[in-house]
């Protein structure tokens, strides 16, 4: 585990980075622990809404129809057994009210900081896992997962954003990884107890779903004791507390180099009003098609949280018995954890590309194979031979695992790097928004195309990978190692983007300051545009 944090190589662009100091400290470590207990809450819900969704109480109390569909063992109901519109609401109704709250979280990270959002966000979260599990109609179940929405825009608004300020930049990759790895281990912890409350006869789900109050109440009182990340305070004008704060994160007295890139970069972004209109800018192209609106979408169109969702679905219309099914959910779910501790050691080692795509040639592997196994073998209303059922969850393994070490944690971790500081919590904003938008709408008509196109979703999602693929290789700089301040020279040296963004009469003055303070990088840039 610790592997993850030596110094990899690869200099840094002539900075300030070389000049900072700092160790890792008692501070910090509580700054994760709690940041990555947001991410469970995400996973936690992620995992327990699909194992409920297949758990017969709850069917029974709810979607009468679906479960007599689902008894019935029909001709047809080996892809239809589960698409119905109202149950998919179930689960997505979370992500709209996320898709929605997050823009008032992004207002709130701005003006009150990283922490407070947090907390809001926890409070949130508690409620509604109160409501669902005392649910007795179907209203009261949306209710519920609207208010666990709510708690999932703020979490995950301002948690990889507080992640990645209060990491030292040379391990920021493996930090704000905890993200992905917090919601990954909340998958299957979700897994795991979903496996025992299946077996607690009329209420076992409300027990699933209340349990979401734990790491909730974990995060309010963590949040108690945390320091606000400095580059929020030095958003908010607080500049002595943010220097103590960033010695005591640090460790250190010899803070003055990150700390003097923070002012500067805060009196950048305040010389920038409208945040959303700078988004905007030719100068901020390439952040807003690669960071906000290109890589929150496609790792939804991967196709991962649809096999995640319905992994217990999934399998069980596969035919895996009942528990069998949240059995192999809960395999898929520890794929994730591997994977996620894989990308941590790595991702600032190998770089991002390279895990990007690595993963991607595993994917549409992955999906092909799944594709052609159901083609050939399944859909008759026959159970599935041992064998063959084998390769099925290997493959779905091979490509959750490849999920996991990359567009996983890198769907969070690049947008978040990629934004300069006047436009991050507004970039994150849209970047929640996208992710969430896409989530819901391939839930909600993941089922309904599973049901028409049958095999034929699987080689969807292998097409798009495809497409990702092609769109990482071609338009996305390599960002290990590089200070996060330090980012936009990156496109101004990439083949494609560097023909944008000095179109922006705002580029070179908005840099300016940056040029004089390091005479390298202007040099380069200056042979650069010969």
């Keep these: 585990m610790a592997g993850g944090f030596g110094g990899g190589g690869g200099e840094a662009i002539a900075g300030r980075a070389e000049q900072y100091e700092g160790k890792i400290t008692g501070y910090f470590i509580l700054a994760c622990i709690v940041g990555s207990f947001g991410g469970s809450l995400f996973g936690y819900d992620l995992g327990v809404s699909s194992g409920v969704t297949a758990m017969d109480d709850f069917l029974i109390k709810f979607f009468p129809e679906v479960y007599a569909r689902k008894s019935a063992h029909l001709h047809e109901t080996d892809y239809c057994k589960y698409d119905n519109q109202v149950l998919t ?66 979490g995950n608004q301002a948690v990889p954003l507080y992640l990645s300020e209060i990491a030292p930049y040379n391990i920021r990759g493996a ?54 990340t400095p580059n929020s ?5 607080r500049l002595e507390e943010a220097r103590r704060v960033l010695e005591k994160v640090r460790g250190t007295r010899k803070v ?82 591997v994977g996620a501790l894989v990308s941590m050691v790595v991702v600032d080692r190998l770089g991002r590309r390279f895990l990007f795509i690595e993963a991607g040639i595993q994917m549409i592997s992955s999906m092909v194979v ?41 769907g969070w971790l690049v947008p978040s790097e990629l934004f300069p500081l006047e436009m991050r919590s507004a970039g994150q904003s849209v970047v929640v928004c996208v992710n ?26 292998a097409a798009l990978i495809v497409v990702m693929s092609i769109f990482v290789i071609l338009l996305l700089p390599e960002t290990k190692q590089v200070p996060i301040e330090e980012i936009w020279m990156l496109f101004d040296k990439h083949w494609y983007w560097k023909r944008i963004v000095r ?7 908005h840099h300016h300051h940056q040029m004089a303070a390091m005479p390298t990088a202007a040099a380069k840039s200056g042979s650069s545009e010969v």
Aim: one cysteine or more; a positive charge; glycine letters at 10%.
């Design 256 to 337: 003055d180099a990150e700390f003097e890139d923070l002012r500067e970069a805060s009196e950048a972004a305040r010389a920038v009003r409208g945040t959303f209109r700078s988004l905007l800018a030719a100068r901020n192209r390439p952040q807003l098609i690669i960071g906000a609106l290109g890589i929150p979408a496609f790792q939804q169109l991967s196709g991962m949280n649809s096999i995640l969702f319905y992994s217990p679905v999934i399998f069980q219309s596969l035919g895996f018995g009942n528990s069998a099914a949240l059995y192999s959910s809960i395999i898929t779910g520890s794929m994730l954890v």
């Design 436 to 461: 969430l938008f896409w989530t819901a709408a391939v839930a909600q008509c993941f089922l309904a195309a599973m049901c028409h196109l049958r095999w034929g979703v699987f080689i969807l999602f």
């Design 370 to 410: 799944v594709a052609v196994i159901l083609a050939l073998k399944f859909g008759h209303g026959e159970e599935l031979s041992k064998g063959v059922g084998t390769v099925l969850v290997v493959a779905i393994c091979l490509f959750v695992v490849a999920y996991g070490w990359s567009w996983g944690p890198l």
């Design 89 to 154: 609401l179930f689960t997505s109704s979370l992500y709209f009210a996320g898709l929605v709250s997050t823009f008032a979280a992004s207002h709130l990270t701005r003006r009150r900081g990283r922490r407070a959002t947090i907390m809001v966000g926890a409070v949130s979260f508690f409620l509604g896992g109160a409501v669902n599990a005392a649910a007795a109609n179907v209203a009261m179940l949306i209710a519920g997962r609207l208010l666990l929405g709510v708690g999932i825009g703020f």
């Design 175 to 228: 930090v704000n990884q905890l993200f992905q790895l917090t919601t990954c281990l909340g998958i299957l912890v979700a897994d795991v107890i979903n496996y025992f409350t299946d077996k607690i006869h009329p209420w076992g789900w409300r027990l699933s779903l209340g349990l979401a109050m734990g790491p909730a109440t974990a995060i309010f009182v963590g949040a108690l004791f945390l320091p606000e």
């Design 503 to 509: 179109k922006d009469p705002k580029y070179q003055g």
């Design 233 to 237: 305070l030095v958003e908010m004008g």
